[in-house]
């Protein structure tokens, strides 16, 4: 199933409440036996058989059975694994109404569960959908530093380094100032040698495509080293210097945490900077971009479209006609875009059709 059939799956899945914990969550991780987990669902079925409500106890047995009879038509566990939610989906108490829903995910999954609650469990299978910008992160102090990369919410520590820088020394006079210069020395060829490290993990070289840089350290460190490292473009790409009292991986959480108002503007930021140039040249060169179902549809038929620009609110007001748009940009390998309406600009382009373009060329 494509990303964005299941993104429309979980939406659904996410508002079904159940009356009481009948609502059932399965996954099967790539490559186990299916045979062996049917075995084990059958086996549910006799724990299920101690609930105390007679009607819960109804429910939940009779989901199971369908799951159970679902498998047996099942020979080997796809590819990628499958999910299962099954479950009494009446609004109403003392009516029934047993849904199943299965999907294969478009990437393999790992996950072996099984759960019985109030609601699906919608949340490992939204980590998969998601799209994920990266950030890449940066501790240091005077004497270590650690480099990491923010996935989507996952941080991934990538190095550590540590400084020669001597610790402090209680010796006065021409000794203490000699050593406060060897100190700051080293200090300064530390910080150049984490600047090229920062280029080698996070320059166009590193073939990493991060969206920002964050940076932290404890006091003036940070801003010090901002000084001294010749970092060129990667510059540019600081969107947040937080002040963080560790330069191991744990600063690296830390640093996340301190920085997500910078984190939650960045990503707002970049939608409405894609929105002020759509509408920029709506006004001074229209034949650079197209608007509305009929002139994004030949744009899209003649291959001319670049960026597909698509609302959320028209993706599921009309999501036949969406989906079909989305077919035919990726035939022509044409980038989708998703716009929110969180923003003025993407209040503005939904009541402009919601569903726009950036042309390759005009038509």
């Known amino acids: 199933m494509r990303p964005e059939e299941i993104s429309k799956l979980l939406k659904k899945l996410s508002s079904i409440r159940g009356r009481h914990t009948e609502l059932i969550t399965v996954y099967i991780p790539a490559g186990a036996n299916i045979l062996a987990i049917s075995k084990q ?3 549910e079925k006799s724990t299920a058989s101690n609930i105390k409500s007679k009607v819960t106890r109804k429910n939940v047995i009779e989901a199971l059975e ?16 499958l999910v299962i939610f099954c479950g009494n989906t009446a609004k109403k108490e003392g009516q029934q109404n047993i849904e199943f829903f299965a999907l294969e995910p478009h990437v393999p999954i790992n996950i072996k569960m099984y759960r019985c609650d109030q609601k699906f469990l919608t949340e490992p299978l939204r980590e998969l959908v998601e799209k994920h910008d990266k950030y890449g992160l940066l501790v240091l102090d005077r004497h270590e530093s650690t480099f990491g990369l923010l996935d989507g919410k996952t941080i991934i520590p990538l190095s550590h380094h540590t400084s020669e820088v001597p610790g402090k020394i209680k010796a006065g006079g021409q000794s203490a100032a000699r050593f406060a210069r060897i100190r700051e020395e080293v200090s300064k060829a530390f910080f150049k040698r984490t600047g090229e490290r920062l280029i080698k993990e996070f320059g166009e070289a590193s073939g990493r495509e991060i969206k920002g840089i964050l940076i932290g350290g404890p006091g003036p460190t940070k801003e010090d ?3 001294e490292a010749d970092i060129g473009k990667l510059r540019e790409k600081i969107i947040a210097v937080e002040d963080i009292g560790y330069a191991d991986e744990s600063g690296l959480e830390l640093l996340v945490e301190k920085a997500q108002t910078a984190l939650e503007k960045a990503e707002i930021t970049k939608e409405k900077n894609l929105l002020k140039d759509f509408f920029e040249l709506l006004g001074k060169n229209k034949e650079k971009v197209a608007y509305g179902e009929g002139a994004v549809r030949k744009a899209l038929q003649s291959g001319a479209v ?15 006609l969406s989906k079909e748009f989305q077919k035919m940009a990726k035939d022509t390998a044409a980038e989708i875009v998703f716009i929110s309406t969180e923003t003025e600009e993407g209040i503005s382009f939904m009541n402009l059709s919601g569903i726009g373009a950036f042309l390759r060329f005009s038509t």
């Open 225 to 227: 080293f901002l000084a």
């Open 66 to 81: 369908k799951i159970v009879r679902e498998l047996k038509g099942v020979k080997k566990t796809p590819e990628n694994g």
């Open 306 to 320: 670049e960026k597909l620009l698509i609302s959320e609110e028209f993706d599921e007001k009309n999501n036949a």
């Open 41 to 43: 669902l059958e086996a």
